[in-house]
């Protein structure tokens, strides 16, 4: 690629970025909009709707970006919870890190891949014809002393990048067990699931857990609600909930509308009336249901309340049973995060399941490397016109074969990628997680190798030598195959950083797909509901680490990449600041728990980018260094293990210190009893609520919510 | 190697163990013999030494095979504990397995195998001058249909094996909890381990433990013993000990001998006096030590005990303090079984010294090649003949090189192998382990590795490609050289199984490095101390493991290697068995967590198997039957990880049920407040014992023991 495709597809990106800042700051003043740009503040009551036409409404401000960088991290701390407070640090953590490693890679390193001659000579006459090979250390001449540099660059830069992981590791479990300490009471902290339990001849579920905790934990024992099988009825309570809406639809019409002919000949009737008797039907199938439900169709499954956080935490951490299958506990999550439609209780089937998914996962990621495979054929145009001979002639006009390469191959490759956090969530939801938190946890893990292997790799490997997946079979030669198909690679990453990083952020901040759903639904509306959404970790965490690899493993081979990184940075710490202050409500809370994904996931492209070095060395015929490299990733992978074994302890449970401290503190608070009263019924399905809709259909149409930007 | 050869090394063998057997059965008659033929027997009185001569005492006898033949799985329950139930069933599934591939291998696979000729046809009428190798898979024709029975056989015996081992593994855990409800209370149910205990300024860490146990276990803390540092005060009381028995010794010897010069020109003295005053010396420094050691050098770990089995499980499974590295836990060996030298209580020192032992560890197993490829270089002659010319002459002698191919290799092994046991015994006991069971399971499955990977490994790979070490870094390959390789072994590992398996078992018995000890020290002996050996299972449980290893991947390949198995195993069973009625006394008792690790290394065996039959099958040119068999390694690898979730945590640890039960039956057990007082002594170190040797030198020379046979 050259220099003047990189700045074709720098061009474009600019101008979408500036497009969608514009139209951002017009739209979310238009009050019809305010459901897209400011639900959180909508709902919080924030925000009131002003309906007088002005005309600074027409002229875009930046007010939002001062407001959203003046934020403070207590500020989000307080009204987006631990998980938003992690999620920011993720990007100024790789700010920080893309800042040192800038500068040295753009005021060391990149002075001398240009002075190399190994491929060619920089032509400063006509900058925009150079390629850019030329910037990356595949210009350093082989053997040149000079590459001493870029060695001591890997060590400093992986030095720096440990000590900040060790900082952010303990700050972030620091920062969780205060999180801990301040909570008030809260029903999960209290609760465990017990699934695989064993019933006797004669007895119930409930009996059989009730005769259990009460001879076992007989003093920290409270209560326990069975899980029952509940999908029938909440098939019923949706289709109760569409009437229902429906209803609230036709009752907003003039009244000549209501009537229609049901059927060809039928006589006229009140659609009101008509719909009105159909939900009353469901909802006395709901009833009959739920009574039917909470009689039969128990799962082998329970949560168990405890009087004490300590009491919880001894029965989930001691094995319950004298069979490992029976009496199997695990943390409960917050009632509201509870997924029910895929509980499981039977020890066999999670197992199987969980196999399931695992080669689902495998059998994704080798059906994605078509259009993986597909989209570097077009980065090789010599390539793509011996496949389709009739292009050759539109090939020839510049501007397209720029386009071609350097801004269609990233976008195809984009909007590939938007599919996969939803399957992968899917996928994570099949496994037999009880919670969003953890399918998005786990989701979040997947779409982040899926990333790192279906890009990275993919990109890496069939860009040079196509379809040679067969590499890892190999181990031993692995370094000197990165070596030679990595830096090879370069120019499509950068590409791909502009692409995938500026714009869709930008998106991210004019978000495009809900709005043209409102678009779409304001004209059929049928309810006033407002969902406020929340933050979809699984897809913008592994996106935010994937370009931490890229620029781990980039930034002393093409140094290019990291002014272009840091933008994106800098675009997303101001971006999603703002969307954790107007749009994006916390559905759940696992207070950090994201963070060792982030860890992982930074050791693993240290490690890689070691790997490459001591290619790359033996390659440029320096094997000293490439030995004296060697040192590096088995340090990092001991310094890993030692985080492990200090900070991962504490994001997986609490200790007893902490948990007894916790309870003593409240012991004597007199609004613990009221706490457990309601903490006995935290966890009935949501479905076995009494549910009505049908009385209150007169007093419906309730008033528009008033709100103002 | 040729039928004559195998008929050689056979002869000798079965001399070897026939002189064994007769030698043993009159030696052990023999008074002076009981302490190394019936020690056990002499300790617990149960022997009484009969001085009167008798003529039967000349005459080898049979009684103790029927003996150890006849007793039952309880006796050696209650006399040996569950670990040498364990040990014993290891060898009947063995025996078991073996047994039932032996009749598919042996009645129709060998005679499949010779009807083949893929090498040579078989000579019937010299049987003595076939190769081995037409008894083997390499003679049957490729692509011949033959080979599906074969293929069956695999599949038949597989799912034997793992039915087998599931209900094994069901059987033990059933043990192994029925052992715990039975067992009488002891202080290590009610102990735990706690390092890196953090010490306030100002505060001793006696101090720090019983107010943090104090503070967060109010109800169930007992009491607590520093760990202190005693090495130079064990070296004194060793010192003590010498000084003693050299004065035993002397007080035994006729008077005149009792005086000597001191220096050259010094004075004659009493020698008992001299040695005496010695003896007081080093106890005053002792005592002096004593005093010091309980005032200073405490370390930062402690035992501490609970008023119940419950309480210490709570305090071992929740993790202490808000730092992981603070206040670990881990469970207390029994108070005998703990060992001291080693001891550390920082988390630093012991992580590092566990990366010590992992590099030791494999500097040893490439060091290990050495030997190997020699004793491999003996069994292909030629090869010999081409490094060491001058031999050729003597390599023509028939008998000659009958016996370095058939015997001298796995002679010069095996004595090789004898000393890797201490070796990674010592390993392990730096590693940090605090007990000698620990440090004895650790050792186990080094030893098991290290067998498995310079024997079986190295042997296949330098036996046919010298050094082909690197094999394992093109893991797509290997069940092709696997084929390729390991049945060109079948005779070398036949001929092992008949040196090493069946003379070091008969060995094993006749205890010849014992014997010699006795005989050396009986003349200078100086001590009536009896002491009773316990079994090293870290010598024993590796080497049946491994012929397990070499019968599953070789019954199909060469099944003449199954009758010496079953032959070796039969010996094993009677042998072992009489031992622990007559030798071993157990030292400690880890109620059987040893079968975890026979579980894994037949797991590992059955999938090199199926990894030699993928090879095999392609190399037949059954391409169709290789596909058919792949299936088997990942259906044997779920059955193993069903049984890890299965199983493995009653291993691991005991249920809240099985504890809380236990603690209850005993509450109101009057015996318990004795043994609580008890307890909180329990975990001294034996070196801040008094100790006093002195006074009581008058009334040495105790009287012998009685005993007989």
């Known amino acids: 690629m050259l220099v003047s495709a990189l700045l074709t597809s720098l061009g474009i990106n600019s101008g979408l970025c500036v497009l969608f800042f514009i139209l951002y700051s017009i739209l979310r003043k238009q009050p019809n909009n305010y459901e897209v740009y400011v639900p959180r503040l909508l709902a919080e009551g924030n925000s009131k709707r002003r309906s007088q036409f002005n005309l600074e409404r027409l002229i875009p401000s930046a007010g939002w970006i001062t407001r959203a ?46 002075k190399g001659t190994q491929l060619h000579e920089i032509d400063f006459a006509d900058l925009s014809n150079n390629s850019l090979d030329v910037f990356t250390i595949s210009n350093v001449n082989s053997g040149s002393k000079w590459l001493w540099i870029h060695f001591s660059a890997v060590y400093i830069v992986t030095i720096f990048i440990c000590c900040l992981l060790y900082y952010e590791y303990k700050y ?9 300490y301040s909570s008030k009471p809260q029903p999960h902290q209290f609760t465990i699931l017990v699934r695989g339990i064993p019933v006797s001849v004669g007895s119930s579920v409930s009996e059989s857990v009730e005769s259990f905790f009460t001879e076992f934990h007989p003093t920290t024992y409270l209560s326990h609600v069975v899980v029952r099988r509940t999908s029938k009825l909440r098939n019923l309570i949706n289709e109760a909930k569409t009437s229902y809406n429906r209803l609230l639809h036709l009752q907003s019409k003039p009244s000549q509308q209501k009537c229609r002919r049901i059927g060809l000949f039928g006589q006229k009737v009140d659609l009101v009336d008509h719909y009105g008797k159909k939900l009353e039907d469901i909802e006395q199938n709901v009833r009959l249901e739920q009574s039917d439900v909470s009689l039969a169709e128990e799962t082998r499954a329970a949560f ?57 996962c495998i059998l994704l990621t080798i059906l994605f490397l078509i259009p993986v495979v597909v989209v570097q054929g077009l980065t090789n145009l ?59 946890k786990s989701a979040c893990n997947k779409v982040l190798w899926f990333t790192i292997w279906n890009i990275f790799f993919a990109t890496v490997f069939s860009g ?30 950068i590409a791909y950083v502009l692409t995938s990083g500026w714009t869709s952020t930008a998106s991210e901040l004019f978000r495009i797909i809900p709005f043209i759903c409102s678009l779409v639904t304001r004209c059929c509306k049928r309810t006033n509901e407002l969902e406020v959404p ?11 680490l994937f370009f931490g690899l890229l620029g781990i493993t980039y930034f002393f081979l093409a140094p290019l990449i990291l002014p272009f990184l840091l933008v994106y940075l800098c675009l ?24 060792p994904i982030v860890h992982n996931s930074m050791i693993f492209s240290l490690v890689l980018m070691h790997a490459i070095a001591i290619g790359i060395f033996t390659l440029k015929k320096l094997p000293m260094a490439s030995t004296l490299v060697f040192p590096l990733p088995v340090l990092t992978l001991l310094f890993n293990e030692y985080c492990r074994k200090r900070f991962l302890p504490v994001f997986v449970a609490y200790s007893a210190e902490v948990l007894i401290k916790k309870d003593r503190e409240e012991a004597n608070n007199p609004e613990m009893a009221e706490f457990f009263d309601k903490l006995v019924t935290a966890y009935q399905d949501p479905a076995l609520m009494p549910i009505q809709y049908s009385v209150n259909s007169d007093s419906l149409n309730s008033p528009l919510i008033s709100a103002e930007v």
């Open 304 to 360: 168990v309340s405890f009087r004490s956080r300590y009491g919880a935490a001894v029965a989930f951490h001691l094995r319950q049973s004298i069979n490992p299958t029976q009496w199997v506990t695990e943390e409960a999550p917050e009632p509201d995060d509870v997924y029910w439609p895929f509980f499981s209780s039977s020890f066999m089937r999670r197992w199987i399941s969980k196999l399931v998914v695992v080669v689902a």
């Open 534 to 544: 929340s933050i979809p970790y699984h897809r913008d965490i592994p996106r935010i």
């Open 572 to 595: 997303a710490y101001i971006i999603f600041r703002n969307q954790f202050i107007n749009v994006y409500m916390p559905k759940y809370e696992t207070a950090g728990k994201f963070w």
């Open 172 to 180: 972030i479990s620091s920062k969780r067990i205060a999180y801990f």
């Open 69 to 114: 960088w003046k934020l403070s991290e207590e500020e989000i701390l307080s009204s987006s919870g631990l998980d938003a407070v992690v999620f920011m640090r993720v990007i100024t953590f790789s700010l920080r890190v893309f800042s040192f490693a800038g500068i040295i890679g753009v005021f060391v390193l990149l002075p001398v891949n240009c």
């Open 464 to 493: 040079s030598v196509l379809y040679q997946v067969s590499i890892f079979l190999e181990p031993k030669d692995i370094p000197a195959k990165l070596a030679v198909a990595v830096p090879a690679q370069a120019s499509f990453f």
């Open 382 to 440: 010599s390539q793509l016109e011996t496949w389709f001979p009739f292009l050759k002639s539109f090939l020839t006009i510049t501007f397209f074969s720029q386009v071609i390469t350097g801004y269609l191959p990233s976008l195809i490759l984009l909007l590939f990628l938007k599919i996969v956090p939803p399957i992968m969530e899917f996928l994570s939801s099949i496994q037999g997680y009880i919670s969003h938190s953890y399918i998005e």
